[in-house]
């Protein structure tokens, strides 16, 4: 028997509150009295993918999950592997759906007990029977002598990791995702300035003047970043990039590219493991590398650290951390690294710091504990409220079901990114000036969403003369096609489905439309329009991270408001980034800046903290 969950009438957001508020557990769940009936069932959701479903298959035996197998992923490779390598045999071996959400790939974990618990349903069995409690553990282990503790294991953390084992340090990392790499598995490339290996296949001449670049930077951050931060990281990162590739399971692009910057300087290059499969290659085996230089160096992953350990005196001498399954650790060593990733993940602090909670395309796993960690043992800030990490404009509930079809999902994204149209913020000002002509690095600007409005009349025009163009996102896009000026004839239900997923706003008046958005509009006419239906559509920029943090110095130690440095503590990649950037303006667009940052800086603090140990 299949079954299908059906979805169209809700977002994804509004889909998984609904999951995450069906699967709660009965109050006291008991023995299975229902039976669900011999055989393989497939089931579908919407998951973290923005092209496809997941799809999964369950056979069950004698009322017994006995295998759950993947038809569609419908998330990023990287991070669904989890879900099949961890939460599927947590279910099979429980019997229960109630095991929690993997971290990292919360979305997923939510979709696939969703789907599990309907094909319960749907075929004898009560789900509200398998959502018994998994018992957590009490126990508390200590582990000793360590020189360097790395709290993330993200690019930052993972380099900080490589740098401080091939020091000679002894080192133990922990992550609280399934895996290891978080935002930086998913990022393209990394800023590395004149890399010794691809300076030499460019006749040894060097792709850019490091004091003219250095110059550009600080005149553009006004004086806001660490000038001698920002030297060390443009004289540092092409030396990182070849470090890498010497000594660890890293293959960079023989060809530096230029980004946006209008110096168009070649400092982006993309990297994978040396068999050319991915990041995630290139991290496991790495850290693995590096764990193998001393018999003590450990990693642990599903590890979520909650504070410092501190001595009589107060001197940081590890940190505390809780696994998945209730185990409380306390790591001891002299040295510890903050690599948690920014504080994205964090609704409080990015309201209070970036002025918004966004909508995330980056790992929510980084909710700024390191940064909340180094701030309760006196640690400052720089710069928390730089501008936020993006360059994806797209429909702010993203339409992931399969029951509508990709054409009519790349219509009304396109719709949506078309800045000829009337545009508004999330104030309701006009936002056209700001969004420029690359709105998905501006559309931050606007706040956690922006609108893009039409009146009746344009609407009908397209359906009888289609769009002027075709508006497809380089990312999030869903793979549906237009040829422009084509007839659209059903463009009015688009709207209708765009309209049940939250999507489009309609109106009978611009201040009808107003008040239904919950803003004054700023606008007095639609391309000429004042009377009429009119049409929002909903949109937003989708977030990697937050670029502001702890303060450090050149050492990468976490400075004291007093600009002390605490001598044993250190802080890298997003959770200080604020030290290259300017307060409320973007991040500079030199092209792999935070992918630079994360690895130079991880490299540089590994070696000073086993230093520090030492």
């Known amino acids: 028997m299949n079954h299908r969950i059906l979805n169209v009438v809700a977002a994804s957001a509004v889909l998984l509150s609904g999951c995450a508020a069906y699967l709660k557990p009965a109050i006291k769940p008991g023995i299975k009295t229902a039976k669900v009936a011999d055989g393989t069932y497939e089931g579908k959701a919407e998951g973290y993918a923005v092209d496809g479903e997941m799809n999964l298959s369950v056979t069950f035996q004698d009322n017994k999950i006995v295998s759950i197998k993947t038809i569609n992923s419908g998330s990023t490779p990287s991070i669904y592997r989890g879900i099949e390598e961890r939460l599927f045999p947590r279910i099979i071996n429980s019997q229960s759906i109630h095991v929690d959400d993997m971290t ?26 398998w959502k018994m409690e998994i018992p957590k553990s009490t126990d508390v282990v200590k582990k000793y002598g360590y020189d360097v503790i790395v709290v993330g294991l993200g690019a930052s953390g993972i380099s900080s990791y490589l740098s401080a084992a091939s020091n000679g340090a002894t080192v133990f990392g922990m992550d609280s995702a399934a895996k290891i790499g978080g935002n930086g598995a998913m990022s393209s490339g990394a800023m590395a300035v004149n890399p010794r290996t691809q300076v030499a296949l460019n006749d040894d001449n060097p792709f850019v003047n490091e004091e003219d670049m250095i110059e550009d930077w600080l005149s553009y951050t006004d004086g806001d970043a660490k000038e001698e931060i920002i030297r060390k990281i443009v004289q540092e990162s092409g030396k990182t990039l070849d470090w890498l590739e010497t000594n660890y399971d890293f293959h960079f692009g023989e060809k530096m590219f230029a980004f946006y910057h209008p110096k168009l300087w070649p400092l982006w290059t993309t990297y994978t493991d040396k068999s050319g499969t991915d990041k995630d290659t290139a991290f496991i085996n790495s850290m693995n590398q590096a764990a193998a230089l001393n018999g003590k160096n450990e990693y642990m992953i599903e590890l979520t650290a909650k504070e410092f350990l501190k001595d ?108 000829s149209a009337v545009m508004v913020d999330s104030l309701g000002n006009p936002f056209n000036e700001k969004a420029g002509t690359n709105l998905a690095f501006n559309a931050w600007l606007a706040g956690k969403e922006f609108y893009t409005i039409y009146s009746a009349e344009e609407i009908i025009k397209m359906k009888t003369s289609g769009m002027a163009s075709f508006h497809k996102p380089t990312f999030l896009s869903q793979g549906g096609n237009y040829e422009p000026n084509t007839p659209i004839p059903n463009i009015e239900n688009i709207l209708a489905i765009g309209e049940k997923y939250d999507d489009v706003i309609t109106a009978e008046s ?85 992918q630079g940052y994360a690895l130079t800086s991880g490299r540089l603090a590994g070696y000073y903290a086993s230093e520090n140990a030492n």
């Not at 990733?341 to 390191?370: D, I, P, R």
């Not at 559509?537 to 130690?557: H, P, Q, R, W």
């Open 104 to 129: 990292g790939a919360t979305i997923s974990s939510i979709a696939a007990k969703y789907i599990i618990q309907n094909i319960i349903n749907e075929n004898g069995g009560n789900a509200d029977e």
């Open 312 to 419: 009589t005196d107060g001197k940081v001498v590890g940190v505390k951390a809780v696994s998945y399954d209730g185990t409380t650790y306390e790591i001891y060593g002299k040295s510890v690294i903050l690599a948690t990733g920014g504080f994205l993940g964090n609704e409080e602090m990015c309201q209070k710091y970036t002025g918004s909670v966004w909508h995330t395309y980056g790992m929510t796993q980084c909710n700024g504990a390191g940064i909340q960690m180094a701030q309760a043992f006196g640690g400052s800030l720089m710069n928390p409220d730089a501008g936020v990490e993006t360059h994806i404009a797209q429909i702010a509930n993203i339409i992931r079901s399969d029951d509508v079809s990709a054409d009519d999902k790349a219509i009304l994204t396109s719709l949506l990114l078309d800045t």
């Open 510 to 594: 611009i201040s009808e439309l107003g008040d239904k958005l919950g803003f004054k509009l700023s606008i007095t006419d639609v391309h000429g329009k004042t009377t009429g239906k009119f049409y929002a559509i909903k949109g937003a920029a989708y977030i990697y991270s937050t670029t502001g943090g702890l303060n450090v110095d050149e050492n990468f130690n976490v400075l004291t408001a007093e600009h002390e440095p605490i001598s044993n503590v250190y802080a890298v990649g997003n959770d200080s980034m604020g030290v290259l950037f300017a307060s409320k303006k973007a991040y500079v667009t030199y092209g792999g800046v935070a």
